[in-house]
Nanobody, 122 residues
Framework: QVQLVESGGGLVQAGGSLRLACAASGRTFMYAMAWFRQAPGKEREFVAAISWSGTMNYADSMKARFTISRDNTKNTVYLQMNSLKPEDTAVYYC?????????????????WGQGTQVTVSS
């Protein structure tokens, strides 16, 4: 069983940056990892995903501002978020799946973290 712990969330002003991290424990060799987010009253949405080999997949609306990366030696995935907007306010979740492909679909992922709150003030 893989356990995921997110960190790095917080309160930031519009235009600012945050870097989220998700540390995985357990077997993650060849696993794809991803970030999703859920704003109050909205459905969970895909943010970005990365395969074990580093192939990245982004939501179109976030591709220009967000960067996903991973360090396989540390079993950690990161999300660098720049030029943050109030509409980026959400709980951000990390997820993994025991396959290479960096899927955009939340139902493809079977391990989830508890989430980290990101709040962007205007």
């Amino acid at each position: 069983q893989v356990q995921l712990v997110e960190s790095g969330g917080g309160l930031v002003q519009a235009g600012g940056s945050l870097r989220l991290a998700c540390a995985a424990s357990g077997r993650t060799f060849m696993y794809a990892m991803a970030w999703f987010r859920q704003a109050p009253g909205k459905e969970r949405e895909f943010v970005a995903a990365i395969s074990w080999s580093g192939t990245m997949n982004y939501a179109d609306s976030m591709k220009a501002r967000f960067t996903i990366s991973r360090d396989n030696t540390k079993n950690t995935v990161y999300l660098q978020m720049n030029s943050l907007k109030p509409e980026d306010t959400a709980v951000y979740y990390c997820a993994t799946r025991p396959y290479q492909t960096a899927s955009r679909r939340d139902y493809d992922y079977d391990n989830w973290g508890q989430g980290t709150q990101v709040t962007v003030s205007s």
